[in-house]
């Protein structure tokens, strides 16, 4: 294959240059490193190398000034506003940066393009001026005076920084190319040098103007690399720009246009494939790069062009191990490193920081796989955070749990004070602590030790920014600069650009060829990016003075797609076709083009993502020696009636928390759980009717009792909660609700003595362990619980348990006994009730019949639930006698026995969850 480099070079060599005195001038510089390996293979004798310079490089020489980093940019533009705004409106750092980026864009496309700046600025200052009524001075605000203001100082803004920065012999692009163009008649008569400028399409007004000069002066030729296709259709975009080339520069009326190539209508393979989101785009490369290492055996001419950043890392993880070698040519931006999401966490707690910290700010921070190697302690802090609810912490209670670590916690949780000084100190500091931790010899370590050098730089970059430009007055600032930096820093791939596999992007691939290509994320509003206006200059003002809109910058992206198409035989375009927010799941018009132009056999497919068919598999638990060793421990000391319902709910879930003593993973409370509201008022009632075991209760201890209402629910919600968190929020309502429960109950009890019933309080929160005989069990067996009252009401025994929740009379109605031991939903209210009855009449606390049954405080006006039995048809029971518990005896047993029989496996039920 010969590439468009090849033919360059075969045609510089028929001319007998002296080679030493050549400059081969390229859009980019992986382009130039081609041309050096291309240069080798096609020179028979000794020479010295010619020159060979990107494009920015040249003009940089031209220029004689030193390039600025934006960031460095930035300050110096900052500089420079304090010096021309009046005091009254200037802006800080933070709130300037904000459009100051833009405000540098539009300088730099005006200084490339040539654009007279005083008549640019004037032009927009005057539009201003002239909208709707502001041009009339006496309706102006202060608001809009002021936005006049920025327009007028525009002008001054531009000339100001110009000079500055000129002054000091540095220029960031476009001044450059200003200023190279000022010294382009100075150079072309003093060099020796012959410029030959290839593989270029989109040229701005200054790069035209530097090489129709110096073709005009006779010390240039220029190659061009375009299709006759796109050259002569007039209404196709990969053409538009040389297309004007050759219209305007009158350098083509008298000499030859090199070239016009007629590759793109030889036959090619083209496939377009649609593809389910990028992580399907990315093992649809897999699958081509593996297909395509079957047939060719080689990849070194084998190209994979990424149309989005993002996918780099998904493209690595999907090569197949048939591709022994690839090159990266993209870097791996350094914001998406580990560390990085270190110091946006620790940049984030310090700019909303107040006197407490928020702890999941904490344990992100310690959770962190950059800390956890260096903090021994943090199971023990985690440990502090989830036994005391701790919502917030402040830095005394992070620095009492691990004495071990003082000076790393205190670096990560001290108090920067909002101070950039104090910020970049630390931050430089746990560098340096991760840094040591880190071993050079290991192969595993060798990957953060090159991000933490990385940040290491960066930081120090800051630092020193810092101390020459006064300005980064507080944290959000310090951030704002430091996203900056991190958004432009990559982490360099070490490769071989010329073996294997080439991962590039779409503007890397300029003025290379590939045999084989994979493209990838050819959407539309990705290739070509579509309409974006990032500008303060209006899309009119740029038509008048020629500068670049969305039209020119999506005929840029058409020429870069075709280019690649022209001498590739193997092409797999692919797209996403899943609708996305911003991007959409429409493929590019380039798509469509290829489809409707005709010139090619396209096919057209998408891929079938294969998806496992889930089978739901219950588990199934076989009972060894040591599961009935533990089932035997667990009856000795009691089943309590909620792990028996446990069982009935689910037997796997009895097994991980009775078995195994797995337990719920430790979260804290932010709101209120359900339960702990359930605690409070258990535990309030508690402390209200326990005293009063024996005695009648009246209407002065009721009285007595909405007295110390509130203080005791207060008590409460400190001993289980947090006094502070019920403060505001949800969790002041969750507390007003459990005052209001407990008030209402309260009003009911008063309700009914006041109607002339008596009530006698049998006993407050009892607890009761009884003995169950089951005759083929071999071990003894024991039911415990805790009742949470038992009364009198007008002379009849109640055994009462309270929910906070809702619950209805139909969860305390048996209808079908054989299902008690089967139907969580409809029973297991009414199995805890006879539980706790069949314990309280083996234990002797009580003489049958009694009634039992449930006060939901969520239901609480239809008063006492009493347990029912409905078993029999027009026979409905509302007392708990001998038979009733004699039955539920028999289905405890059964239960009990099915749970310790070691035939019987734990197999899990399909829970709604």
Known sequence: MQTFIDEVLKSVLSKSFDFKNLIFVLPSKRAGTQLKKSLAESVTETTFSPLILSIEEFVEQLSELNPISNTELLFEFYKVYLKVTPQKDVESFESFAKWAQIIIQDFNEIDRYLIESNQIFDYLKDIQELKSHWANEDNRTQLIARYLSFWANLKTYYNSLKDTLIEKGVAYQGLMYREAVSNLKSYSEGTKSHHIFLGFNALNTAESQIIQHLLKSDSANIYWDVDAHFLENEIHDAGYFIRGHLKSWSYFDENPFHWKSQYYSHQKHIEIIGCAKSIGQAKQVGQLLKVLTLKHKTLANTAVVLGEESLLIPVLNSIPKEVKSANVTMGFPLRATPLASLFHKLFSLQSNRSESIYYKDVIDIISHESIQRLLVGQHALKSYIYKNNLTR???????????????????????????????????LSLIYTLKASLNEESKEDRLPLEYCYRFYTLFNELSNLNKTYPYLKDLKSLQLIFNELLNSETLDFIGEPFQGLQIMGMLETRVLDFENLIITSVNEGLLPAGKSQNSFIPYDVKLENALPTYKEKDAVYTYHFYRLLQRAKNIYILYNTEPDVLKGGEPSRFVKQLSLEGIHDVKLKNTIVPVPQSVSELKQIQKTEAVITSLKAIAEKGFSSSSLTNYIRNPIDFYHQKILGVSDMNEVEETVASNTLGSVIHNTLEDFYKPLEGELLSEDHIKDFKKRLDSKVKFHFEQLYNLQAIKYGKNLIIYEIAKRYVSNFLEQELDLLKKGNVIEIVAIETEERIKIDIEHLDFPVYLTGKVDRIDKLNGITRIIDYKSGRVDQAKVTVADWDALITDYDKYSKSFQVLSYALM????????????????SFKNLKSGFLKFTDKSEKGNTQTEISEAILDRFTIQLKTLISEICNPNIDFIEKELDR
């Open 393 to 427: 912490l402040s830095i005394g209670d992070i620095l009492s749990q691990n004495k071990a670590d003082k000076t790393l916690l205190k670096l990560l949780f001290g108090d920067w004070n909002n101070q950039t000084g104090t910020a970049l100190e630390n931050v």
């Open 840 to 855: 309280m009449k083996n234990a002797n606390r009580l003489t049958l019949p009694v009634e039992g049954g449930i006060i």
